[in-house]
């Protein structure tokens, strides 16, 4: 699947036809991985835009966050500023800047797969360390990790409630038309109890990509200490229907319209991934909605003294501050999930903080 000359539409059709049904996971990630890979979707002319490209705000509360939870810590050194999928480098400049006025300054690594966005992360933070994956993130300090619309591009897998049993839910083709079908292997088993009698055609999303890396980053805090915040679009219990979008120049298109083209993402499932967290014995200190946690870390304070030092961006600031926690922008649909290792303290703005 790696001829990069062939549109990415192109070649799933030729797979199927060639060997059956691909799966949704399969569609997902590698949809996503052209379409990172090429492109900086966040740029001028971008696809979207995210909390940290609307305002300096969302990463220098996030920074403040991370160095109040280092301090009362203990200022451990070494400490590694760790973030995935950093887009632009935008959250870990504003973050850093912040922080380095309480003598926090870590070592920065960055996980990113993207070429096309490493080279614009490299000129906002030309010390970087970059890393395909954790593995190879240092073990000799505590970890501050940060995921921002990280885990929402991971790849989901989907089950479907047939007439007789659960089954994956496969992209298959009617002509030359991407269409759902069911695999033809009974899942039963990957079911949750409750679930497994639900009415025909219930959709249940699960993300084993998103799975695998809050378990190494438990692994993680609980081996070297630190904190981690993940911040997404995302729901607090398990819940049936498919979330996949595809968004493209600021709109929701069909995901079978452009695979490669457009970003595919599911809403995350923070539930589930907090037991995860909490199985390798990492405090899950609470996962609360973007527009309470921005206000309990200060954002009013911070966007009125943004305002009176730049009088003439009053305006702006106040609308970036209310695009980022009005209940009806991002403020209740993104949530923000807290982790520390459990010989860390509890965070502002979590309950457990
Ligand atoms: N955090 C940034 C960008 C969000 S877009 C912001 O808030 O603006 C998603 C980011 O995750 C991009 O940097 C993308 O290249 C990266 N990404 C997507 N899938 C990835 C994967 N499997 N491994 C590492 N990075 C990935």
Redesign the pocket.
């Known amino acids: 699947m790696q001829d990069q000359n062939l549109p990415l539409a192109e070649m799933f059709r030729r797979l199927i036809r060639n060997t059956g049904p691909i799966s949704v996971t399969q569609f997902m990630g590698e949809s ?2 052209r379409y ?1 890979a090429a492109k900086d ?2 740029g001028g002319a971008g696809d979207f835009i ?4 609307i305002s300096q705000m969302f990463g220098e509360l996030i920074g403040l966050w991370l160095a109040d939870m280092w301090i009362s810590a203990g200022r451990e050194d070494p400490v590694y500023y760790v ?6 480098g ?2 870990a400049k504003d973050a850093l800047r912040a922080a380095r006025k309480y003598g926090f300054e870590p070592r920065v690594h960055f ?4 070429p096309a ?1 490493k080279d614009v992360q490299l000129k906002s933070l030309p010390g970087a360390i970059w890393h ?2 954790l593995s190879t993130i240092p073990q000799d300090g505590p970890i501050m990790l940060v ?4 885990l929402d ?2 790849p989901i897998r989907q089950l479907v409630r047939g007439e007789d049993g659960w089954r994956e839910r496969m992209v298959g083709l009617d002509d030359d038309r991407f269409v759902f079908v069911a695999g033809g292997q009974n899942m039963d088993p990957a079911v949750p109890v409750d679930w497994r009698d639900a009415p025909e055609g219930t959709i249940l999303e699960t993300c084993p ?1 998103a799975a695998a890396i809050m378990y190494e980053v438990a692994g993680r805090l609980n081996d070297q200490g630190g904190a981690a915040l993940f911040i997404d679009y995302g729901y607090d219990a398990v819940k049936g229907g498919s979330t996949l979008q595809a968004i493209q120049n600021h709109q929701k298109v069909d995901p079978f319209a452009n695979p490669g083209g457009a ?1 595919l993402t599911a809403h995350v499932d923070f539930s589930t991934l907090a037991r995860i967290a909490q199985s390798r014995d990492v405090r899950h200190i609470g996962t609360v909605t973007q527009g309470e946690w921005l206000s309990a870390l200060g954002i009013a304070s911070r966007a009125e003294n943004l305002a009176k030092r730049a009088p003439h961006y009053g305006a702006e600031i106040a609308a970036a501050r209310d695009r980022l926690i009005a209940p009806d922008q991002m403020g209740t649909l993104f949530k923000v999930m807290g982790l520390a290792s459990d010989n860390w303290p509890g965070g502002v703005g979590f309950p457990a903080g």
């Open positions: 996503n991985a990172y979707p966040l995210t909390a940290p490209e973030e995935l999928g950093p887009g632009r935008t959250l996980v990113e797969t993207s966005l395909d994956d995921g921002n619309e990280f591009a991971l990509a970003d």
